[in-house]
């Protein structure tokens, strides 16, 4: 895959990560509404939590998703770094220390 690919690849997946985010807040604003409710019956409490779960479990996903993509990210750009210098300058040991 191209750079310029995998930035707009990058780019699409951030912007939708923050959409959700943002759906999530809203969501859960409405939420936090309902269960401030007078009348809220103990089914629609049950419903309210319910649906908070399913949202906060879809919100983790896709953090993990977004995770695991920034940190591939940075994996692969430092070791192509590390392979350029020590191709630049063999010898000089550039292993990462534990």
Not at 7 to 19: I, K, M, Q, Y
Not at 37 to 59: G, K, Y
Request: hydrophobic share 45%; net charge negative.
């Amino acid at each position: 895959m191209s750079e310029e690919r995998a930035a707009d690849t990058t780019r699409a997946v951030l912007r939708s990560f923050g959409v959700m985010v943002t759906t999530y807040q809203e969501r859960m604003a409405q939420l936090l509404e309902e269960a401030g409710r007078e009348n809220l019956a103990a089914e629609e409490a049950l419903q309210l939590v319910a649906s908070a779960l399913a949202l906060s479990a879809r919100l983790t996903r896709r953090l993990r998703e977004v995770s695991e993509l920034v940190l591939a990210l940075e994996e692969r750009s430092l070791a192509q770094l590390q392979e350029r210098l020590v191709q630049r300058f063999p010898s000089v040991r550039l292993e990462p220390e534990e």
